[in-house]
């Protein structure tokens, strides 16, 4: 992943991610926006309150693989972070 990825709602370059083991996009690294002050990430908290009346919200993700893109669900600010790539090259 040598170019880096922006997030088409706040610009922030992407971060590398690897989905969870059991997760249906696989075990491919993927591109996540981290950043709290996401546009997409700060609406979707009011948005899943309407909606579904439950406390989440979502970031950007990026499968550069199949080039598909859509949201991460998140239930606090520190959901997933621990799954973010350091070295995606040794990965």
Do not use: T
């Amino acid at each position: 992943m040598a170019d880096e990825v922006k997030c088409p709602h706040c610009q922030q370059v992407m971060l590398p991610w690897r989905p969870p083991a059991d997760s249906s996009w696989g075990y491919e690294i993927q591109l996540v926006c981290f950043n709290d002050e996401c546009s997409y990430y700060l609406e979707g908290w009011d948005w899943m309150k309407e909606k579904y009346n439950v406390r989440a919200s979502y970031r950007h993700r990026y499968d550069p693989q199949s080039k598909a893109s859509g949201p991460l669900p998140v239930w606090s600010k520190e959901a997933h972070r621990d799954a973010i790539v350091a070295n995606p090259g040794e990965a």
